[in-house]
Structure formats: structure tokens, C-alpha cells
């Protein structure tokens, strides 16, 4: 159960991630259980875990987290595709018009994530469910999402109720998104790892 104290307002220390942060994580965006928009009305990018390890932490703890994405999508929700050189640019010569094609445009978002099984649903396998926080018109499947996970919001709780659930997710993500604003968090939204691309990034868990 959550304790009755009130929720700090950020989590993390003001000059920026401290260890065992950064973490990283990557993978392919799959379907999860369907809950995050049809139930709960926060909906969720999920990525599986290698095992039930986080960048080589099989002991992280279970619950809500924070950082960044970066993903392959634009804000409106579309996947971007790699982009195939043009002549005379650095990419390709007169030559040879065969060049690898510059990878996918990669975009980054604020997110909150779950990392855990949730017991309100009795999950029997941990997961990993982030919610981005910026409105996609649509859903992306099988994009290439990178974590950088910078901060700990939150163990994981059992609730009372769906509406319990639902009202402590909801101020996860005003902590999480006043968490990130702060100099010491935002400077990571540039990071490089979240703008590599897939063959770039690392393995699921690595």
C-alpha cells in the first residue's frame, strides 16, 4: 500500500543523476497488456527486458522512474525511415549511388516508465511500460526506442482500487516531469545514446 504522506514534489538530487543512474535500455516497441489507454487513460510504449535485468542491474528495484526517450517517431506519431543519400553530399559519390542510407531521424521525449509487475494486476512477468509524456496521435509499433533513465520516483504499490492507481500514476507524472526540468536532469535530453540508432544502440538490457 502507498503511504499517506504527502508526495515530494521532485525526486533526485537538484545537480543531477546520482549512481546508480544513468541507466540504459533499448529495444523494439511491442504491444503490452492494453491497459494503459483503455483502462487507465495513460497510455504506454512497452519494451521487453533481457531476463530481468536493467543495464546489468538484475536487483534494480521495482517501480516508477524517470528520463528520456529516444525513439524513431515524429511528435505527430509517424515512424521515420532512413534517408537514402543524395548525390554529392558526404554520404555518397558521383560514382556510386549505392551508399548505406543515413539512419532514421530519432526524436526525444520526457518520459515516466514502470519497471516492475504490477501487483494491482497480478503480473506473473516484469516489465517495462513507458509512458511518454507528449499526445501521439497513433500507436508505433515496432519502433526503436532508447531509455536513459535518470532518476527513481517510487517503489511499486498494490492499490485499493483502479481509481487509487490510477490518481498515483497521474502526480508519477507531474514528479517525473518536474524532476526532468531542472538543469541537471534536462541537459540529458541531448544525450548521444538516445540518438543512436537501432544498429547503433545497444541490446535490450545491455
Do not use: C
Not at 494503459?36 to 522512474?65: C, K, M, Q, R
Not at 518520459?111 to 507528449?134: A, C, D, Q, W
Amino acid at each position: 500500500m502507498p503511504p499517506s504522506t504527502l508526495r515530494p514534489l521532485t525526486t533526485g538530487p537538484p545537480s543531477g543523476p546520482e549512481a546508480p543512474f544513468p541507466l540504459k535500455l533499448s529495444g523494439k516497441v511491442v504491444k503490452g497488456f492494453g491497459r494503459g489507454s483503455s483502462e487507465l487513460g495513460i497510455p504506454t510504449a512497452n519494451i521487453p527486458i533481457a531476463g530481468l535485468t536493467v543495464d546489468g542491474h538484475a536487483d534494480l528495484e521495482s517501480g516508477v522512474y524517470y528520463g528520456f526517450a529516444g525513439l524513431n517517431v515524429t511528435p505527430e506519431g509517424e515512424l521515420t525511415s532512413p534517408t537514402a543519400p543524395q548525390p554529392g553530399s558526404s554520404a555518397s559519390s558521383s560514382q556510386d549511388f549505392t551508399s548505406t542510407p543515413a539512419p532514421p531521424k530519432i526524436y526525444t521525449y520526457p518520459t515516466v516508465l514502470s519497471i516492475g509487475y504490477n501487483p494491482f494486476y497480478k503480473n506473473t512477468v516484469r516489465s517495462v511500460e513507458v509512458h511518454i509524456m507528449h499526445a501521439f496521435a497513433r500507436d508505433f509499433y515496432g519502433a526503436h526506442m532508447n531509455l536513459l533513465i535518470l532518476g527513481f520516483v517510487r517503489p511499486e504499490y498494490d492499490y485499493v482500487s483502479k481509481e487509487a492507481l490510477i490518481a498515483d500514476i497521474r502526480e508519477d507524472v507531474e514528479v517525473a516531469r518536474r524532476s526532468l526540468a531542472r538543469e541537471g536532469y534536462s541537459v540529458w535530453r541531448g544525450d548521444g545514446y538516445l540518438l543512436q540508432g537501432e544498429e547503433e544502440g545497444g541490446d535490450v538490457g545491455s
